[in-house]
């Protein structure tokens, strides 16, 4: 069903795409390398495909009308500028399998591009209305909210495990949520219809990075485009690895999982080394934990739509979330 519908909203898809070239290009044509660097580099488009989706919900009319296909534009291009800061902030090297912006140009230069796709968002947002604009200046505030809390760390008695789960809500589920909202009420849907939507996203998002983790440390370099335990060179402790430690304060750690956290305070910038603590976490029970809860965090997003009349577009959106937690890139 969720590809039967992917097929019917192919034609929309690819006017997105064409609006997001305009809208990643410079006129001056100085700067539209570095503003269509990531944009350019591919993407799964899931927040755009989400807000024409969830414009399957109201007046049929109004589905791919003006509106819709400008905010799945504002979403693709907010989405973007986010990469932009989180890749300086982590000093990723790669994304999408091509060098980062910072590494081709500079951390400055990056830093500017994602403002100015932001700019651009906000101009684009600013023609659906007062409401719309504030909805993403709230998803906004909530992105940097997350991202600050990721810096600054769980305080004092906090649970690292929830605020780790807070941290993936805020950076992730909030643009997912707002995805899911700007399709359903720009063409009328149901109050109840669209926030239902909005806590289908947030916690979908959660699911969706959740299972990000997974991958890091179960996927290979050609199938996702990333290198295995990346974020465990950069010292991120990721749900597996939080799971870990509270095994281990707990004292229900096995010898593996100590051996695994020892190895965590070694040199994981040799290849070797990294190597080896990642075939340690594959074949870890720990990692079936964590695509456990990768699991219990869809059922709960897919739980939300049962605000939504039976039919094709719910079938498609709880596909949608299968799909998220299911994937191997």
């Known amino acids: 069903m969720f590809s039967l519908l992917q097929e019917r909203l192919s034609p929309a898809l690819e006017e997105v795409e064409r609006r997001l070239t305009e809208q990643t290009r410079d006129d001056k044509g100085i700067l539209t390398g570095l503003l269509s660097h990531l944009a350019q580099a591919g993407g799964k488009r899931l927040r755009p ?35 932009y800061h989180d890749d300086v902030m982590d000093s990723a090297p790669s ?28 101009m684009l947002v ?10 993403h200046a709230q998803t906004f505030e909530r992105l940097c909210l997350g991202q600050l809390d990721e810096t600054v760390g769980p305080a004092e008695g906090d649970d690292p495990i929830e605020h780790y789960l807070r941290v993936l809500a805020d950076k992730t589920g909030s643009l997912v949520a707002q995805s899911a909202r700007f399709g359903a009420e720009l063409v009328g849907a149901h109050e109840e219809v669209v926030d239902a939507l909005y806590r289908f996203g947030d916690d979908v998002g959660v699911a969706f990075q959740i299972a990000d983790d997974v991958l890091d440390i179960a996927s290979d370099h050609e199938t996702s485009g990333k290198t295995p335990g990346t974020d465990l060179r950069e010292g991120v402790d990721t749900l597996p690895i939080l799971l870990l430690r509270r095994a281990e304060a707990r004292g229900e ?58 039919g094709t577009v719910r079938q498609a959106l709880e596909a949608f979330a299968d799909a998220l937690v299911d994937r191997v890139a």
């Not at 590494?103 to 591009?113: D, G, K, R, T």
Request: proline letters at 2%; charged letters at 25%.
């Open 49 to 83: 495909l989400l807000v024409l989706l969830c414009a399957q919900l109201g007046e049929p009319e109004r589905a791919t009308c003006e509106e819709v296909l400008d905010a799945a534009v504002v979403v693709e291009l907010t989405h973007l500028a986010t990469l």
């Open 95 to 122: 994304r999408r399998g091509v060098d980062t912006a910072h590494v081709v140009w500079s951390n400055n230069q990056a830093i500017l591009a994602g403002d100015l796709l932001f700019s651009r968002a906000s």
């Open 253 to 310: 750690i096995d010898e593996e999982g100590r051996d695994i956290l020892a190895l965590l305070g070694g040199d994981l910038s040799d290849d070797e080394a990294l190597r080896e603590v990642v075939e340690r976490l594959r074949s870890h029970r720990v990692l079936a934990s964590t695509r456990d809860l990768a699991h219990a965090w869809c059922a709960r997003a897919k739980g939300h739509l049962s605000a939504l009349p039976e």
């Open 126 to 135: 600013a023609d659906l209305g007062p409401k719309m604009v504030y909805q």
